[in-house]
Nanobody, 115 residues
Framework: QVALVESGGGLVQAGGSLTLSCAAS????????MGWYRQAPGKQRELVAIMTSVGAIVYQDSVKGRFTIARGNAGSTLYLQMNSLKSDDTGVYYC?????????WGQGTQVTVSS
């Protein structure tokens, strides 16, 4: 089992920055991928950024150059540094992890960007 807890969301003005954190616990040694998804009101959940166990990274096109995904040295914390935030970045951000065929989700953290 893997448990994920996000933090760091909040209200920020357009152009500002936020850093989200995801604390992972449990059997994280076998995690294949970790990443971030987001869901805006009335929209489907969408991929923001993912990182594989070997360090390969994929970003959604709309966040390239503005967001950075990283893992802490111990591997138990995942970060999402978000710069130059736009109103379109508003939504609930979810941390996720995959281990074998299992997918784990955090409870989400709200990010609101005011224009």
């Amino acid at each position: 089992q893997v448990a994920l807890v996000e933090s760091g969301g909040g209200l920020v003005q357009a152009g500002g920055s936020l850093t989200l954190s995801c604390a992972a616990s449990g059997d994280i040694s076998s995690v294949n991928r970790m990443g971030w998804y987001r869901q805006a009101p009335g929209k489907q959940r969408e991929l923001v950024a993912i990182m594989t166990s070997v360090g390969a990274i994929v970003y959604q096109d709309s966040v390239k150059g503005r967001f950075t995904i990283a893992r802490g040295n111990a591997g138990s914390t995942l970060y999402l540094q978000m710069n130059s935030l736009k109103s379109d970045d508003t939504g609930v951000y979810y941390c996720y992890a995959t281990r074998s065929v299992r997918v784990y989700w955090g409870q989400g953290t709200q990010v609101t960007v005011s224009s």
